[in-house]
């Protein structure tokens, strides 16, 4: 019989502070229940054969051995960026561990790529997972998030631990850069009947080239992108107030106010603005765009019994939106049944 | 041979700054080539004839007995504000001068109105300028522009120098209150290749209610609201600089940035957002409301080849264009031939 792990990681949500925390401000983010799958079989021979089945993508396999690709049934860029990830996460992890062998990887996820919903993070961090398991090595949090964090380096150049430490501890976090260190990392509570519809519209930019026009932004007017980022911060510790209040409506009209910042940081975009208004004439107590922006998902925060009401007006505007639970567990492995 | 004696004053749009403005940050204004015209006429009598002929509204003349009205040929809300400031106006104005007299008043406009271009500035400056004149007392700008001041208090209870200064002296102002004193008012100069579009859209809130929204969500939360009204003021310096240097590109991105701020306030509109939108991808170098929000103007710097695409754009998306002159003649009178 072929051993094998699965390992299941969550996509995320920023609630309050992304951009900002590129610059030092602290973030709040959120596990939510679109999770990404890994799974890692084992191999009689020292082959590396990714499978992705949907992410949402074509189906493509790709077959490695060492580090030269001997195969590829079918590939697109969005593939390549996925292979990447896996790559990169079974090299470090190897050498952590001080062991390589050859494995099946297969990858599955509901989830929409590139949409600011940390799917690149929740590859790395379950392909860790999957596979120092399948090795029987069983890896602290602690050891994967920081190997996930390392993956996303190698392959972006640059990476906030932010994304990688949400899908490996689940929940919800509050995330403050430290100039020089490690971020401050805290568990935080999110109130029980808060309810979120995501809207999602495909992306015209990167997270790459909407940090690079962000920091050239700040290097035109250096005191007045600084200025917005404080003011960020400021916003995101008045949200941490009101979570702890279990306060909704605060909470609502503090993403209102987001929104408009993000805004003028200028990674905003018309199909987001127009879900954002949908969503709050529909009912929702406030909204936002959340991720890098330049396209990708908005998130609004909805009273329950105007869950499918803010749902139909982003489907009308022509998103794609549903609702999501926040607060969802982080990195799960299994053996393959 | 019946005297009477025209005044026109011009329209006016706020560049950078509006709701900062009410919390002591500074603001930039320039006068258009949109004008209201006053034109008064003696009587033999006592009476004030009021005569609107398009505001645009329909045509309506209402007759004044001392204060109290004893005619109206047609009314509407809009008539009845515009008639209490020309009301005001002349009473402001006789108890300056020491004199009261019987006069036929017409207002035309092809100002929107309620859409931030200062109208109601426009109309008691150029009010106080053709009676005044009329009567054989030629007041100097700094009386006019306090008569202008002293009828938008006592019509509103609250008012801002900026739209009777700017609507008085014409040109372009870079104005800043002071704590409990008279606010800064400096002549501004624009880069002559300076070029405008204006987009209207009807207004669906009153500068009042935004006003005290916008007090509320400050009372909601201080420090964070204060922290944004500074951000703006610190962009109007900014905006001031780029002016000096006549760098529309910068300015641009300043209108852009302004505009996400505002939005922060919760004082933009979808319809807005969309107008703004349109602007910047049909070639305007930046965008913004103008004025309150909630409805009424944008406007847009554009490149002079741009500026029939940027109407098309305003209009293609529902909503009214216009090229406007900036740095315009404030109030001028003369004889009526």
């Known amino acids: 019989m072929i051993r094998g792990v699965v390992a299941t990681a969550p996509g995320k949500v920023t609630l ?110 379950a392909t860790i997972t999957a596979y120092s398991t399948l090795l029987g090595k069983k890896l602290s949090l602690e050891e994967i998030a920081r190997l996930g964090y390392l993956t996303e380096l190698g392959v972006q150049g640059a990476a906030s ?22 971020p401050i990392i805290r568990k935080v509570e999110l109130p029980p009947n808060m309810k979120v519809v995501i809207g999602y519209v495909p992306r015209t930019s990167t997270t790459k080239e909407l940090v690079a026009e962000v920091k050239e932004l700040k290097s035109t007017f250096p005191v007045l992108i600084e200025n917005i980022m404080k003011t960020i911060g400021e916003l995101t510790e008045r949200a941490l107030d009101a979570l702890k209040r279990e306060d909704l409506k605060s909470l609502g009209k503090l993403m209102d106010i987001n929104h408009g910042l993000l805004s003028s940081l200028g990674v905003s975009t018309r199909e987001l603005d127009i879900m954002v208004y949908a969503a709050r004439e529909a009912g929702a107590l406030g909204a936002k765009l959340t991720g890098a922006g330049g396209g990708g998902c908005i998130i609004a925060i909805v009273p329950r019994d ?20 926040v607060n969802c567990p982080g990195v799960k492995a299994s053996p393959t049944i």
């Open 306 to 325: 105007k869950l499918e009401n803010v749902i139909s007006a982003i489907e009308v505007v022509g998103g794609r939106g549903f609702a999501a639970e």
């Open 161 to 182: 631990p932010m994304d990688t430490s949400i899908t490996t501890y689940g929940g919800s976090l509050y995330i403050k850069p430290t100039e020089g260190g490690a």
């Open 16 to 125: 309050f502070g992304e951009h900002a925390v590129v610059y030092g401000e602290p973030a709040i983010v959120t596990a939510i229940n679109k999770r990404l799958e890994v799974e890692v079989t084992e191999r009689k021979d020292d082959l590396l054969k990714i499978r992705i089945v949907n992410l949402p993508l074509t189906d493509i396999t790709i077959i490695f051995r060492d580090k030269r690709r001997i195969g590829a049934e079918l590939s697109s860029e969005k593939a390549e960026k996925a292979v990447a990830y896996i790559k990169k996460a079974i090299e470090l992890t190897s050498r952590h561990i001080g062991e390589y062998r050859g494995v099946n990887i297969t990858v599955r996820s509901d989830m929409p790529v590139s949409a600011g919903l940390g799917t690149s993070a929740a590859v790395s961090v």
